[in-house]
């Protein structure tokens, strides 16, 4: 088996393989360790990747795809406007994928017994993933598994190393930071936590450079218009200067000072006024140091978070080591030092620790396995035969020796003896006396692949023919004891039937992978074999409990009425939900129906990403109204209690709504989005801690709705039954009940009962679900229930309007407000 690590990084890409023993790097054809992740396509159609590419890419942008990897898992469109040239993020990578696996010899890449490990950053969610598995299909690389790239550098770090201890892999690369806690005993390695940021890298750095420098100087220094960012005219102006933006940065990890330098040769562009542009600034490390002491801030608030999930100080570890790109600034890497307490080191090489640690990762796993699981670490050999002959024994071990138990089924008669020979060296154990449980220590005189040979003598010292007499151990670089999940995982279930919405977890974070379980649920309302309808199973990333729409919508495993010819899955029918989340984090489901004998799998099952995904060209809305949501909720939070934190996310959530309507900038508008993410995950936190206020803001809010909106509409009976909840509702409160949040939910559901029978309402609340179509993960599911509802609409056939809107409801993923009565699974949890 051949064994190959690739780090498809945002700005450079690398590929390595490895032998069991040994680690070998493999250059791109100007010789250097990395390969920058660009394409570019000319006029005539001709196609270069690497560093080409990225050099022709400063001059002609509009030919030109970069930075990809940060909206992969997005339905994001990559454009090169001036070949008429749309892609997406996973033909752009799979492209580069192509590129690095071409630089291996041909018996490694054209070998049946090839398996690829590729990295992905721990903040990934399973869209990213499964979006960069599908680039690996379209560039043919066969076998494939996803690693985390903290996991890749740490076994990386482990190959290096000499010594035991605890570490922290401070991994900052072009596009993401992540962080990981490692603990090393005689090469065995425990994940104890990992975190990160996932905007935050190299690529921020230049672009601050760029904003911060390089614009308000061609402003002071030419006539260009207020507008020139989004200026087509000045469009290749901008990418010329973000790539002299990061060659200047690149030349300070060396030197004090550098120049943002271009000539007027250079850029052949003249301002409003005819003059022809140039660009002449001095740049200092004082400067670049200034400008990213934000996101270096976020990057040790980062390690402090994850150093603190791991229940450890920074007394406790003994050295920071430092992969990435940006990592080579050794200011950078002096302040984050400092900032930690912990002392520094430089044990890899931080361009191509994350691929050569991928490499090694590869040899682990168990490539006949579907789900990629890693080779056991134990080994039996059954000799057989008359004695009933077996020996026990560790088949994958970082050690340099491993150890051999004999077991016996019956009983061996005097004089029988056994030995056991290294075919790689030559030694040998000599005959020792055969009983049960005896055992030898082995030497495995290399890395990788140990073969000894058993011999059994009987009492006469004749051979006893064995059926088989061959035993092999790996003497690996490195060893992965506990990998832990980077994101809590949970299917959106109801807690009983007509219940309150909850996550019904199937991995949490810190959880030890892979993971396997079982988890059974009951459908809320049936399903006939050709309908359309569906059973649907949302899953959410994250930890917030209420709301739980405030978590991160991952994915929708579906089970359709065309998936099965015939039969009904009737209302309270079981669903027997078998998962695994791997090694890379990745889910697979498979969902069991036993009241028609049928399965589905989530090979085929899960929603097609491409309908799914978000357009962060087109993401300005969805960020404008998250934004102001969120912030509403904050102010309204602020009014009754006082947190250090609501500054924290107020200062978030002012980023995200600078965000102007109509920004076509897709990294601006995803930062914004991960911002409003933050900020959520704030208010998460205070909720808990101070749960009594805001219980009571939330139940004051209810109230106040039903009175302004829901009274008058009310029958007598309607409002005190209202009443009378509300009653309840704050008695759970001073009592610190867990029942408070059914209670609201309840409340919440009456007020909306009596809106339903209101033909305003459901005109309404159509007119809203066709209007936000984000909230949908199936863009042309929603165009046809809208279409629908518009002709149910023009025909005043209200009851048809009633049933598009509750269809429309059951198939969004949340919303920017708290009407959740509607929208949610259509499973219970059994």
């Not at 934000?294 to 040790?300: A, L, N, R």
């Not at 179509?773 to 023009?794: K, S, T």
Request: net charge negative; aromatic share 6%.
């Amino acid at each position: 088996m051949k064994y190959v690590g690739i780090d498809l990084g945002t700005t450079n890409s690398t590929i390595c393989s490895y032998d069991g023993e040994s680690v070998r790097l493999y250059k791109s054809p100007d010789q250097n360790d990395v390969t920058p992740s660009a394409i570019f396509i000319d006029k005539r159609g001709n196609k270069y990747l690497g560093k080409r590419a990225y050099d022709s890419a400063a001059k002609n942008p509009d030919n030109a795809a970069t930075k990809f990897k940060r909206m992969i898992g997005t339905s994001t469109p990559v454009k090169l406007a001036a070949v008429n040239i749309t892609m997406t993020p996973e033909e752009c990578s799979a492209e580069i994928l192509k590129l690095c696996f071409g630089y291996l010899p041909e018996e490694i890449r054209n070998s049946g017994e090839t398996g690829t490990v590729i990295t992905v950053p721990a903040a990934f969610n399973q869209m990213q993933k499964d979006a960069t598995l599908a680039a690996a299909e379209m560039a043919g690389l066969g076998s494939v598994a996803l690693m985390q790239e903290p996991v890749a550098a740490v076994m990386c770090v482990v190959k290096q190393r000499k010594g035991d201890g605890v570490f922290l892999v401070f991994d900052l690369g072009g596009g993401t930071l992540d962080i990981a806690i490692a603990e090393s005993i005689s090469g065995r390695v425990s994940l104890l936590a990992h975190g990160g940021v996932a905007m935050c890298g190299g690529t921020d750095f230049d672009r601050s450079i760029l904003d911060n420098i390089v614009k308000p100087w061609l402003i002071s220094n030419f006539d260009v218009p207020e507008d020139f960012s989004v200026n087509q005219k000045y469009k290749s102006l901008l990418r010329m200067c973000l790539w002299a933006s990061e060659k200047a940065k690149i030349e300070l990890s060396a030197k004090e000072d550098s120049v943002i330098s271009l000539t007027e040769a250079d850029l052949g562009i003249s301002d409003e006024s005819g003059s022809e542009i140039y660009v002449d600034i001095p740049f200092t490390r004082n400067t670049l140091d200034g400008l990213i002491a934000g996101k270096v801030d976020e990057s040790i608030q980062s390690a402090r978070e994850t150093l603190e999930k791991a229940g450890l100080s920074p007394h406790d570890v003994e050295r920071i080591v430092f992969v990435g790109g940006p990592t080579q600034y050794k200011p950078l890497r002096d302040r984050v030092a400092f900032e930690m307490g912990i002392a520094s080191s430089t044990d890899v090489n931080p361009m191509t620790a994350v691929a050569e640690g991928a490499a090694v990762f590869a040899e682990s796993i168990d490539w006949r396995s579907q789900s990629r699981g890693r080779k056991s670490a134990r080994g039996t050999l059954s000799a057989g035969g008359s004695l009933a002959l077996s020996f026990n024994y560790i088949a994958r071990t970082p050690d340099s020796k491993a150890k051999i138990v004999a077991k016996l089924g019956g009983s061996a008669n005097v004089g029988v003896e056994f030995q056991i020979d290294s075919l790689d060296t030559g030694w040998s154990s000599g005959r020792i006396t055969l009983k049960d449980g005896v055992a030898v220590e082995l030497n495995l005189a290399k890395p990788g692949e140990n073969t000894f040979k058993v011999f059994v003598f009987d009492s006469k010292g004749g051979p006893v023919a064995l059926q088989d007499d061959r035993i092999v151990i790996s003497r690996t670089a490195a060893s992965i004891d506990a990998i832990p999940a980077s994101h809590s995982i949970g299917v959106e279930a109801r807690d009983k039937l007509g219940g309150r919405l909850i996550l019904d977890y199937l991995v949490r974070e810190g959880d030890q992978l892979p993971k396997k379980g079982t988890k059974t649920f009951k459908t809320e309302e049936s399903l006939k074999a050709g309908s359309t309808g569906t059973i649907k199973f949302k899953l959410w990333e994250g930890s917030i409990s209420d709301p739980i729409n405030d978590n991160r919508f991952i994915g929708m495993f579906e089970i359709k009425g065309s998936d099965f010819d015939d039969a009904v899955i009737a209302a309270g029918a079981e669903l027997i939900c078998e998962y695994e989340i791997l090694d890379s984090g990745n889910i697979v489901m498979e969902v069991s129906v036993p009241s028609i004998g049928g399965s589905f799998h989530s090979g085929r099952n899960y929603y097609s990403r491409q309908e799914g995904q978000i357009d962060y060209t087109k993401a300005s809305k969805l960020v404008e109204e998250q934004s102001e949501h969120t912030l509403k909720r904050l102010e309204d939070m602020a009014s009754k209690i006082d947190d250090l934190r609501l500054e924290q996310a107020r200062e978030k959530l002012e980023q995200a709504k600078s965000v102007m309507i109509g920004e076509s900038d897709p990294e601006t508008a995803k930062q914004a989005m991960d911002n409003v993410q933050e900020a959520k995950r704030l208010l998460a936190l205070m909720r808990q801690e101070h749960l009594k206020d805001i219980r009571q803001l939330e139940l004051d809010k209810t109230v106040e709705l039903f009175d302004q909106s829901v009274h008058e509409y009310a029958r007598p009976s309607e409002v005190n039954a209202f009443e009378n909840l509300v009653k309840t509702a704050q008695r759970a409160i001073g009592n610190n009940s867990r029942d408070f949040e059914s209670h609201l939910d309840d409340l919440r559901g009456k007020s909306f009962i009596i809106l339903w029978r209101q033909d305003w309402f459901v005109i309404a609340r159509f007119k809203w679900l066709a209007k936000d179509e984000y909230l949908f993960p199936d863009a042309r599911e929603h165009a046809q229930l809208v279409a629908v509802g518009v002709e149910a609409l023009n025909a005043n056939d209200i009851d048809k309007l009633r049933a598009v809107v509750d269809e429309l409801d059951s198939v969004r993923i949340g919303s920017v407000g708290d009407d959740e009565m509607m929208a949610g699974a259509n499973i219970v949890r059994s």
